[in-house]
């Protein structure tokens, strides 16, 4: 490397580092993701840097949605950065929240067989009804599970 080749290379390897992406470690605190299904299949995605808050819009965000009496916030799933399953087998809740997909989808198979063991032949069909991935964005099943209202799936 010559005298005239060394500020040609800082520069580029400055620039190189520049773009590269900050280490989660070192970015602030992950919001927490609140999610809340209710019975009649109308759920609620809340987000903020505190647990309170998130779980406080998820809650509005449920209740404007449901018809009726809601029992929005029964149950509840919270998690930083994660994966979050909203399931209805009839009136039954399977809510789930891990940090990665695989994890969610066996917790929530894991919930369902619990409740087909305990129920039996009287258990409904269970229907996905809302996913929730790690930037908080839901995504909601576009066909209506069995007593379930399709709701916005705006944060």
Known sequence: MTHRQRPRILALLS????LLPVPLAAQHETEWTVVTVARDG??????????????????RKCEATSK?????GAEVAAVRQGWTLGILCGDHRVLVAATDFA???????ARQAYLRDLYGDRLPGCSRIVTVDPQSFATPVRK??????RTDPAR
């Not at 620039?15 to 520049?18: N, Q, R």
């Not at 009726?68 to 929005?72: A, L």
């Open 103 to 109: 994890t969610a989808i066996v917790d929530a198979e």
């Open 144 to 149: 209506k599970p069995w007593g379930a209202v």
């Open 68 to 72: 009726g009496q809601s029992d929005c």
């Open 42 to 59: 109308s759920w609620g995605v809340g987000t903020a840097q505190h647990w309170g808050p998130a779980l406080a819009s998820a809650l």
């Open 15 to 18: 620039a190189i580092l520049l």
